[in-house]
C-alpha cells in the first residue's frame, strides 16, 4: 500500500511540472570513427540554458523545450563540435543520432561540463563513475591495466592483501557488495592474486562504483554496488588488441557484421575478449627470488558480446563470459573456481514518446573447492538468474523511473570448522522486488526519494524499503548533499569476517538455523523476525569546485548493521533434540551479529591537459558484537591513504608516466597467548595422556585485540607508444610494484612461527599492438 502511495504521488509531482505544449528532442551521441557512443558529454540547444548530458548508452533527452527553431549542439574534448538546426512544433518528439568527429587539433579549453551540469543537477552521493583512461592513469601491476587496481584507491575502500586479499568497501565485507557486468550478476569478481578482476579494460565502458547510500533502483545488497557497462564492437571494421607482459597476456577482436548503409542506419557488431595468467610458470624464470616454485596463481578469462543496433538508436546485446582461478599453494592446498554466464539486455526508444524503456535476462553461475592438507574438502556453488525492465521518462532536469526485478538462485555449501564441525547447506529462493523513484529539482533544491519494496520467496519475508537523496547548491561551485536509506540482503558469505586469510569464498542463502534472540552492545536484546542480512545508510557531504579543473569532495558516513549472519567457528554439537538444552552459541550453524562502520572520506581531484592527479585520505571505524563481545573485524583500517599521479609528456604527447603510493595503518590480529599439547582422547578415560602425542595447541587472546604494522608501497609505470599508421599502434611498458621493497606483513604463521608477507619489489615488462 505505501509503495503504490509513494509512486501516485511521485507521478503527481511529475504531472504538476510538465507543461502541456513543450516539445522534446532526444537521441544518441556517437564516435563516427566507430560507432561507439559517446558518453557524459554535453547535448545542448545554443544560445539556452536547455541542456542534457549524456548516459552510459551515449543518450540524452532535453525536455520541456517551447517550439521553436534551434540549433542542436555538442562539443566534447577531441571531437570537432558538432551543430545541427531543427525545429520543434508543439508536443513533438524529435529524434536525432548525432556523429562527432575526431579533431585534429587539441584543444586546450573545454567551456561545457557535462560533469558540472550533473553536479549541479543530481544528487550523486558516494558514487565514483570510472572509465578505461581513469584505470590507465594508475601503474599498471603486472604491466596490465586493471579496474580492481583502480577500485584500491577509492574513498572509503580497504584491501587486504596482494594475495587472496578482498575488497571491503565502507566497512561492507565482499559478500555484501552487489556485482553486475552488462546487468548480470557476477558473483566473484576478483582473481585469487588480488591485482587482477575478471573485467578486461578494453572492452570497459563505465563503471559506476556506489559504496553507500544509493538509491532505489539497487537492491539485494546491504553495502555497495558496482555497476559495470562493457562497450559495443567496432562498427566500422575489424580492429584489435594483442599483447603479453611478465605476468601474463591477452587478446582482442571486433568488427562489424553488418554495416551500416548510411549514416544513421542499422548495423550489428562483435567484440570477442581474452586474457590469461602463466604467473605460475614465468615467475620461475623472473620472480624466483619470492619462492623458488614459482607463485602459484593461474588464471583465464573469457567474454564476448553481439550488439545489433536500430535505425532510431535502440539496441539489443547478446553476451556471455567464461572466468577460472586456480591456485596450488606449496602442494598443501588446492584452490579452484569457476564462473560462466550469459544473458541480453535492450535499450528501446519507442517512436513519438518520452519513455526510454532498459531491460536485461541473464544467468550466472559460480563454483568453488578448496582441498588441504590434514583437512576435510570445503566446496560452495551458486547459479541463478536475473530479469528486470526498467521505464526512465525525462521532464527538464527532472528524472521519473520505475522497474521491476525477479531473480532466482540456489547454493550448495559443504564446510567444516575448526572443530571439525560439518556445516552445509543446499538451498534455492526466489525473489521479487519493484522500484519508484523521481528526481525533482527546484530552485537549488535536488529532491531524490525513492522507495524499493523487496520480496524474499523462500523466507515470506516482505522488506520495505524507503531511501533519500537532498542535494542543495549553495553556490555555484559548494554544494551540499544529503543520502540515507534502508538496505537488505539474503546472501551471505561461506568463510567468517573474522578469518584472516579468506582464499575460500562462496555463498549460502540466508540461513533459518539462527539463534532467536539478536544482542546489541549496549546490553539490549530482540526478538529476531527474519533471516535477512539488514542496514541502514546515513551519508551526508559537501563538493567544492575549487577551480574549473581541481575539486574537492568530503563525506562523512554511518553505516548500522542491525543484523548479519556469520559462521559459527564455536559449533561443538549438533542441533538435535539430545541438545537442546545447549547454548545456541555451541550448537547452531550460524550466529547473529550487530555492528556499524562510521567514518569520512576526502577526495581531492585534479584533471587538465596532460596532468591527472588523485588523492584521497580516509579515516573509519568497523565495529562487530556477537552477543558476547564486541570486536573489529579484520578489515578494521583507521587510515588510509591515496595518492595517483599520472603525466603524459614529449613532443607527440607519446610517453605517460605514473605513480601510486598507498599507506595503510595496520589491521587487527587476534594475539597468541601460549601453545600447548592438545590431546585428542580417541581412547575416552583410557586415553593414556602422559605417552601419548598430541597436537600443538594454540591459546588465543581476545578476537583481533592486536594491530600489525602499517602497510605503504609505491607503485610506478612508464609507457611509451609508437604509431605505424593511422590504425597500427604499439604500446610498451615498465613497472615496478612495491619500487622500495617495503616488508608489508600479510599474516603471521602461527604453527611455523613464520611471518608471511606480500608481494616484495617486482618489475614487469610489457607490449601491446592495436590496429
Known amino acids: 500500500m505505501l509503495q503504490r502511495l509513494l509512486f501516485v504521488v511521485i507521478c503527481v509531482l511529475f504531472a504538476l511540472t510538465s507543461k502541456s505544449q513543450d516539445a522534446s528532442v532526444r537521441g ?25 548530458a549524456t548516459d552510459v548508452n551515449g543518450y540524452y533527452a532535453i525536455s520541456k523545450v517551447p517550439p521553436g527553431d534551434y540549433e542542436l549542439t555538442v562539443s566534447f574534448l577531441g571531437f570537432d563540435t558538432l551543430s545541427e538546426k531543427i525545429s520543434l512544433k508543439p508536443l513533438q518528439v524529435l529524434t536525432r543520432k548525432l556523429y562527432l568527429e575526431k579533431s585534429s587539433v587539441e584543444l586546450n579549453i573545454f567551456d561545457v561540463s557535462a560533469e558540472k551540469q550533473e553536479a549541479q543537477t543530481e544528487v550523486k552521493m558516494s558514487v565514483v563513475k570510472i572509465t578505461p583512461k581513469e584505470i590507465n592513469a594508475l601503474p599498471m601491476v603486472g604491466g596490465e591495466a586493471d579496474i580492481a587496481q583502480y577500485l584500491q584507491v577509492l574513498p572509503g575502500v580497504v584491501f587486504t592483501g596482494d594475495q587472496g586479499g578482498q575488497l571491503y568497501i565502507r566497512g561492507g565485507s565482499p559478500i555484501q557488495n552487489k556485482v553486475l557486468l552488462d546487468g548480470m550478476i557476477v558473483y566473484n569478481p576478483f582473481h585469487t592474486i588480488g591485482l587482477f578482476s575478471v573485467f578486461d579494460t578494453d572492452i570497459m565502458r563505465n563503471a559506476d562504483i556506489y559504496t553507500g547510500g544509493f538509491n532505489a533502483e539497487y537492491g539485494g545488497r546491504i553495502s555497495s554496488v558496482m555497476d559495470i557497462t562493457t562497450r559495443d564492437g567496432n562498427k566500422r571494421r575489424i580492429s584489435g588488441k594483442i599483447g603479453a607482459n611478465t605476468f601474463g597476456a591477452k587478446a582482442l577482436i571486433e568488427g562489424p557484421l553488418k554495416k551500416e548503409q548510411e549514416i544513421g542506419g542499422s548495423s550489428s557488431s562483435f567484440i570477442l575478449s581474452g586474457k590469461t595468467s602463466y604467473l605460475d610458470q614465468s615467475s620461475k624464470l623472473f620472480y624466483s627470488y619470492i619462492d623458488t616454485a614459482g607463485l602459484p596463481f593461474n588464471f583465464t578469462d ?3 558480446k553481439i550488439s545489433f543496433n536500430g535505425a532510431t538508436g535502440s539496441k539489443a546485446n547478446i553476451f556471455g563470459f567464461n572466468y577460472r582461478d586456480r591456485v596450488n599453494w606449496r602442494s598443501i592446498s588446492d584452490l579452484q573456481w569457476d564462473a560462466v554466464g550469459g544473458g541480453t539486455n535492450f535499450v528501446l526508444l519507442p517512436e513519438g514518446s518520452q519513455v526510454l524503456v532498459e531491460g536485461n535476462v541473464a544467468y550466472s553461475s559460480y563454483k568453488v573447492s578448496l582441498e588441504e592438507a590434514n583437512r576435510n574438502a570445503r566446496s560452495s556453488s551458486i547459479e541463478g538468474f536475473n530479469a528486470g525492465i526498467d521505464f526512465t521518462y525525462f521532464n527538464g532536469d527532472d528524472e521519473l523511473k520505475y522497474g521491476f526485478e525477479v531473480l532466482g538462485f540456489s547454493t550448495d555449501f559443504d564446510f567444516f570448522n575448526s572443530l571439525d564441525r560439518q ?18 529539482n527546484y530552485g537549488n533544491l535536488v529532491f531524490d526519494p525513492s522507495f524499493r519494496a523487496h520480496f524474499y520467496a523462500s523466507l515470506a519475508t516482505f522488506s520495505p524499503e524507503p531511501r533519500l537523496g537532498i542535494k542543495y547548491n549553495l553556490s555555484e561551485d559548494i554544494r551540499l548533499k544529503f543520502a540515507a536509506g534502508v538496505y537488505s540482503q539474503n546472501l551471505i558469505s561461506a568463510n567468517s569476517d573474522r578469518d584472516v586469510v579468506n582464499l575460500f569464498y562462496g555463498f549460502l542463502s540466508g540461513p533459518e538455523n539462527l539463534q532467536d534472540t539478536v544482542y546489541n552492545v549496549d546490553g539490549t536484546s530482540r526478538l529476531r523476525t527474519h533471516e535477512l542480512q539488514k542496514a541502514n545508510h546515513f551519508i551526508v557531504g559537501v563538493e567544492y569546485d575549487i577551480s574549473k579543473r581541481l575539486n574537492l569532495n568530503v563525506e562523512g558516513y554511518l553505516k548500522q548493521f542491525t543484523q548479519l549472519s556469520n559462521i559459527n567457528r564455536n559449533k561443538i554439537f549438533d542441533d538435535n533434540v539430545e541438545n537442546i538444552n545447549r547454548p545456541d552459541l555451541l550448537k547452531k550453524d550460524f550466529i547473529v551479529e550487530t555492528g556499524d562502520a562510521m567514518g569520512l572520506d576526502f577526495v581531492l581531484k585534479y584533471d587538465y591537459k596532460q596532468l591527472y592527479i588523485w588523492a584521497v585520505y580516509s579515516i573509519g571505524v568497523v565495529n562487530r558484537y556477537d552477543g558476547i563481545q564486541e570486536y573489529h573485524p579484520i578489515f578494521d583500517r583507521r587510515h588510509n591513504v591515496n595518492f ?17 603510493w598507498n599507506l595503510g595503518s595496520g589491521f587487527p590480529f587476534t ?10 582422547f580417541l581412547d575416552g578415560i583410557n586415553t593414556d595422556y602422559t605417552s601419548e602425542n598430541g597436537d600443538i595447541g594454540i591459546s588465543y587472546g581476545d578476537i583481533n585485540n592486536g594491530r600489525l604494522p602499517y602497510y605503504h608501497r609505491l607503485d610506478l609505470t612508464l609507457k611509451r607508444k609508437f604509431y605505424f599508421g593511422e590504425n597500427s599502434e604499439l604500446e610498451t611498458s615498465v613497472s615496478v610494484t612495491n619500487a622500495y621493497n617495503r616488508e608489508n606483513i600479510f599474516y603471521f604463521d602461527r604453527v611455523n612461527f613464520e611471518r608471511v608477507n606480500q608481494l616484495p619489489f617486482m618489475p614487469s615488462v610489457g607490449a601491446y599492438w592495436k590496429f
Open 644 to 660: 595517483v599521479a599520472s603525466l603524459t609528456f614529449g613532443e607527440d604527447l607519446n610517453w605517460e608516466a605514473s605513480a601510486r
Open 423 to 440: 556445516i552445509s547447506q543446499e538451498a534455492s529462493t526466489t525473489e521479487i522486488a519493484g522500484f519508484v523513484k523521481y528526481r525533482w
Open 28 to 52: 544518441f551521441v556517437y564516435d563516427s570513427e566507430t560507432g561507439e557512443p559517446v558518453i557524459f558529454t554535453n547535448v545542448y540547444l545554443k544560445g539556452t540554458g536547455y541542456g542534457a
Open 302 to 304: 573469457l567474454y564476448g
Open 671 to 680: 594475539q597468541t597467548q601460549g601453545y600447548y599439547e592438545q590431546l585428542d
